[in-house]
């Protein structure tokens, strides 16, 4: 195995509230079984990398920020493996995720991008309001807003944090589900080669009829169109039994399943870093 350092960066504390010991969690315990297959790992938060830093051999990571997301992608154009690949973590930002759903027909919630200083042009009630960048630093970076007022306040309240864009969703009824996967590899029935998902826990569970496969090849199909490799989401179950994506995510903390997907994520990471340490 190469002497070089594989890196493990760390999510922006901001980017994780209420969840920041669990991401820092999955990301040491999967740094753990990567170091057990042989990997050396050297842990960063975004802050810490540095242009002058030896190049490392692979870099596994959790930050979102652009301007890291930049310096990491300089690296991947040099040959360095990234999961996820930085250009697939911009993609999860909402707008550029709304374009490539698009594209690729992925059944997600019918999204639109505004000004945040449209306050007159919220559409249809009720709405939730999201800003349209990364998916949730602090309050009001999404907001329910059941009233004209109650839209046009969440939207003046992300223009005056010097937000320009939001995403308007409307409100699906339905069960509430998760789901993690990794691997963007298909197996026999379409799913992800590994994929959990679960009911959300705020709620009252009505029970509609949920196909878990139909749920699993969307949501590979998403991870496919945002080029994601460990990603999780939300999604709504209608009445009917449809799926309705809500969000998609790079690297959820996996709380539920923290020991299992460490070592699959692993498995995973130790695969594309081999070609590399060659």
């Given amino acids: 195995m190469s002497d070089a ?20 969690e999955i990301l040491r315990l999967t740094g753990k079984h990567i170091e057990a297959r042989g ?6 938060t975004p802050e810490e990398i540095g242009t002058a830093d030896p190049r ?21 154009l040099l040959g360095v493996p990234h999961v996820n690949s930085p250009h697939a973590v911009l993609n999860t930002y909402r707008d550029r995720m709304i374009s490539h759903f698009g594209e ?15 306050v007159d ?3 249809p009630l009720p709405v939730w309001v999201k800003r349209a960048d990364v998916h949730n630093t602090q309050a009001g970076d999404v907001t329910f ?7 046009a306040e969440a939207l003046r309240a992300l ?23 990794i691997g963007a590899g298909a197996r026999s029935d379409g799913a992800p080669a590994w994929f959990r998902w679960f009911y959300h826990k ?17 949501v590979r199909r998403a991870a496919l169109a945002l080029g994601l490799d460990v990603y999780g989401g939300d999604a709504i179950v209608t009445r009917a039994g449809g799926i309705v994506l809500l969000d998609v995510n790079a690297w959820p903390s996996f709380a539920l399943y923290r020991e299992e997907a460490a070592e699959r994520i692993a498995a995973h990471v130790a695969f594309r870093f081999a070609g590399a340490a060659r």
């Fill in 145 to 151: 807003a059941s009233t004209r007022d109650g839209a």
């Fill in 5 to 24: 350092d594989c890196w493990g960066i760390f999510r922006e504390r901001e980017h994780s509230p209420g969840r920041e010991n669990d991401d820092t």
């Fill in 39 to 44: 990997f050396q790992v050297t842990f960063k």
């Fill in 202 to 218: 705020e709620q009252r569970v009505v029970g509609h009829p949920l196909d878990p496969a139909q749920l699993a090849r969307a």
């Fill in 104 to 118: 690729a027909n992925v059944p997600f919630i019918e999204s639109r991008v505004v000004p945040t200083d449209a």
């Fill in 159 to 181: 223009a005056a944090r010097h937000i320009p864009k939001a995403v308007l969703q409307p409100h699906v009824e339905g069960d509430l589900v998760k789901f993690y996967g």
């Fill in 56 to 76: 490392p051999l692979g870099v596994f990571l959790m930050c979102e920020r652009v301007e890291i997301l930049d310096r990491l992608h300089a690296l991947e």
């Fill in 121 to 123: 042009d919220v559409g």
